[in-house]
């Protein structure tokens, strides 16, 4: 007699990401990282896995989750922190992923206001000089 079964033994991702965070942890650990960013990655990758649904996610959801970021306005230093983590993650999978680092805008004109006397108000930045 032939048995049927409904069984799926196909290898999926799970929402459970304890064991993967814990993984995870001691690869970080086995790379000699200190404390304070173990635990930095830790959450970031965390926030990344919830966000993906899955603890082996594809790299559309990893382009899913930038733009995310990018829609909340997250500053550059913060998605440069994800990036190291989620990089860090995918290369414990056995996984390369390429990030960009995002640099600095140096363009970015300072603005500072000046007083002079008696009644005259400047404000100026590195490119002109406008007086009230």
Request: charged share 30%; net charge positive; hydrophobic share 30%.
């Amino acid at each position: 007699m032939q048995r049927i079964t409904d069984t799926d033994w196909s290898i999926k991702g799970t929402t459970d990401f304890g064991p993967s965070l814990n993984r995870f942890r001691r690869y970080l650990e086995g790379q000699g990282r200190r404390e304070a960013t173990i635990e930095g990655y830790l959450g970031n990758v965390n926030r990344y896995l919830k966000f993906a649904k899955t603890d082996r996610p594809l790299d559309h959801d990893l382009e899913r989750f930038r733009n995310s970021l990018a829609e909340k306005k997250t500053s550059r230093s913060t998605k440069n922190q994800y990036n190291y983590a989620i990089k860090a993650y995918h290369a414990m999978l056995g996984e390369k992923i390429k990030v960009k680092r995002l640099e600095p805008n140096n363009q970015t004109p300072v603005y500072a206001m000046l007083v002079l006397w008696p009644r005259t108000t400047c404000f100026f930045s590195s490119r002109s000089l406008r007086c009230l």
